[in-house]
């Protein structure tokens, strides 16, 4: 069964505080992505990487990085956690662009 | 800018109607258009998909009509049942997906 792991459902930080959000995979994807959920905007791509030390910026990159040091894990990282960053953080992986994207359950992050 | 936007935000039927989720897009570019089913607490996940080279596509209850010079695409879900009770996202892709805002569909027996 394919599975997409994400290391925390909830998390609670506060402001200014750096933030890693880890992610895994166990389908051999080449493909993985960040996004993030909020009411009434849907999903919203942050970060992509199409292979191992390689990433593209998404639709809102503002205030994340990420890193992708083996194809099984992508880290989203908020370097100063800022309020407007609380939300629902999604990991998903796919083997090509044109394939399934596999999601993760998600990780709830509130920034106080 | 929202380069897929979806309709109704919400959507409440009774057991064995046919809700019908609407999107649109303008990037002429995109030739991929999956939907995607989530339950709460889950992560979305693929319910089905389609080319633009066809113009509906069907799988089980579920049917994607699609209309290319209208650049609109929709979700039909035959007999609805209470445990289709979801949020629905339609997505558009030429190289990375597109999600439109969402719909939360609930079903009532």
């Known amino acids: 069964d394919v599975k997409v792991t994400q290391s925390s459902r909830y998390l609670v930080k506060r402001t200014g505080e750096k933030v890693f959000l880890e992610c895994v995979q166990d389908m051999d994807h080449e493909n993985m992505f960040w996004y993030r959920q909020d009411p009434g905007l849907g999903l919203r791509l942050i970060y992509f990487s199409y292979d191992v030390k390689m990433k593209e910026k998404g639709d809102i990159p503002e205030g994340y990085s990420v890193s992708r040091e083996k194809k099984?894990?992508?880290?989203?990282?908020?370097?100063?956690?800022?309020?407007?960053?609380?939300?629902?953080?999604?990991?998903?992986?796919?083997?090509?662009?044109?394939?399934?994207?596999?999601?993760?359950?998600?990780?709830?992050?509130?920034?106080? | 800018q929202q380069q897929v936007k979806q309709s109704p935000q919400s959507l409440i039927v009774q057991k064995g109607g046919i809700p019908i989720i609407n999107c649109a897009y303008e990037n002429t570019a995109f030739d991929y258009f999956p939907?995607?089913?989530?339950?709460?607490g889950k992560g979305p996940a693929l319910l089905i998909a389609i080319r633009p080279d066809v113009s509906e596509k069907k799988e089980g209850r579920f049917t994607i009509s699609f209309n290319k010079s209208a650049k609109q695409f929709s979700l039909h879900i035959m007999d609805s049942q209470p445990?289709?009770?979801?949020?629905?996202f339609c997505a558009a892709s030429s190289h990375k997906l597109i999600f439109g805002t969402g719909t939360r569909l609930q079903v009532f027996p």
């Open chain 2, 35 to 40: 939907w995607y089913q989530q339950f709460p």
């Open chain 1, 72 to 112: 099984e894990r992508f880290s989203l990282i908020l370097e100063s956690a800022s309020t407007n960053q609380t939300s629902m953080y999604l990991c998903a992986s796919s083997l090509g662009p044109y394939n399934e994207q596999f999601f993760g359950p998600g990780t709830r992050l509130t920034v106080l």
């Open chain 2, 83 to 88: 445990g289709d009770s979801a949020t629905y």
